[in-house]
């Protein structure tokens, strides 16, 4: 009788859309990350709600220093989010979003400052209130020029800001994730913006995980544009 795949085997043998040097980063950090867990079961959970991928990305974050960014408290065109997406997060970042914003709920949150911000800013000082518990995308976001960000955040394409590379080696190991756990667990992305306007809305988080879930094509959709961001640099 053959042995069932252990998670190793599953990891080692999933597929993601990504470039191979990415998917290989993305594919090293969860089967090291799994191979510290002990308990089978927690590991498949951390992979399930995205916790894996989190720490890989924010590892990978803490062991850079870019330079001359224009980046600072208060400057907030950044989160002037497109759509009404704003971002792919998480289950387990829409969690600790959602925990972190829900206590402010029924006061102005950024909307107030602009129609499209993202609710966990403060709409006096645009500074974001959930700073500890922000998302990749937010973390991974950086520009070189303030004048770009606001130029972007209007609807036009200049150089300046980006996202670094562990944002995409983060989207990799979501997507390696959710090819290894088929048919065993879900693994699913949520919307940001509607995470975060669900809890200063006083929306529960069952129901707000509930109306922020992704179709499964987005992260598919995703992972393409960040291999095409890749690819253009």
């Known amino acids: 009788m053959s042995k069932a795949p252990t998670l190793a085997d599953r990891l080692n043998k999933a597929r993601t859309t990504s470039t191979p040097e990415v998917s290989d980063r993305a594919k090293r950090g969860l ?3 799994i191979g510290a867990q002990p308990d089978t ?3 498949t959970k951390d992979l399930a709600d995205g916790t894996a991928a989190t720490g890989i990305g924010r590892v990978a974050l803490s062991g850079l220093s870019p330079q001359g960014l224009a980046c600072a408290d208060g400057c907030a065109f ?4 497109s759509g009404a997406d704003g971002g792919t997060i998480t289950e387990a970042e829409a969690v600790a979003l959602h925990s972190a914003l829900a206590p402010l709920a029924g006061q102005p949150d950024g909307r107030a400052w602009h129609p499209k911000a993202c609710p966990s800013l403060d709409p006096e000082t645009r500074s974001c209130r959930a700073y500890e518990a922000r998302p990749m995308i937010c973390r991974a976001y950086v520009s070189t020029d303030v004048e770009a960000c606001k130029s972007v955040s209007e609807g036009h394409a200049v150089p300046g800001p980006g996202t ?9 190991a979501i997507g390696l994730s959710r ?4 048919g065993v667990k879900r693994v699913s992305t949520y919307a940001l913006a509607q995470v975060a306007a669900a ?3 006083g929306v529960s988080l069952d129901d ?3 109306r922020a879930r992704h179709k499964t094509t987005e992260l598919d959709a995703e992972l393409k544009r960040s291999k095409r961001d890749i690819s253009s640099v």
């Open 31 to 33: 089967v090291a990350y």
């Open 164 to 172: 670094l590379g562990p944002y995409h080696t983060y989207l990799a």
């Open 199 to 201: 809890a200063v809305d």
């Open 78 to 81: 950044c989160c002037i989010l």
């Open 208 to 210: 707000a995980l509930e």
């Open 179 to 182: 090819a290894a756990l088929k």
């Open 41 to 43: 079961a927690r590991a």
